[in-house]
């Protein structure tokens, strides 16, 4: 597999540092001829079928429009190159989050995971830890280890 054929998922919560990343990556993705994936993380809380409680279906759904927001941002900090970035909703349970973010990579035959901004993504340091130990064969790095844009990796 030649690098113009790389797609990338990128997890991404808006912060400066982050949308440097994403434009960043947008334009590399560009200039290569790969894919770029962006997922806002939405954590869900099981809703009990046999319960007329609502609060966990209402709070589901304000955390998907929260992370609508944060893909509206990053939509914004792409500008021109938006139209190029697949823009979507990762929900997890609020558990093993890295895993669903490797899996969720797999599914969309992702080549690589890249944070935006390690330090704002959403996962804690103990799953960046976890994501860094599941991305050994080579699926995960932050944008941190990028070089500028249009060199080489």
Known sequence: MTFAQRHTLVVYRASERADASLRGLAELARERGGRLTVVALAV??????????????????IARELAQEQLAQARAALAENAADVELA???????RVAETVVTE?????ADEIVLADPSACGLSRRERRRLDALGEDGLERDADQLEAPGQPV
């Open 44 to 61: 869900q809380e099981p809703a009990s079928r046999g319960c007329c409680d609502t609060r966990s279906v209402l709070w589901n759904r």
């Open 89 to 95: 909703v990762l929900a997890h349970s609020g558990r």
């Open 105 to 109: 990579a797999r599914r969309r035959q």
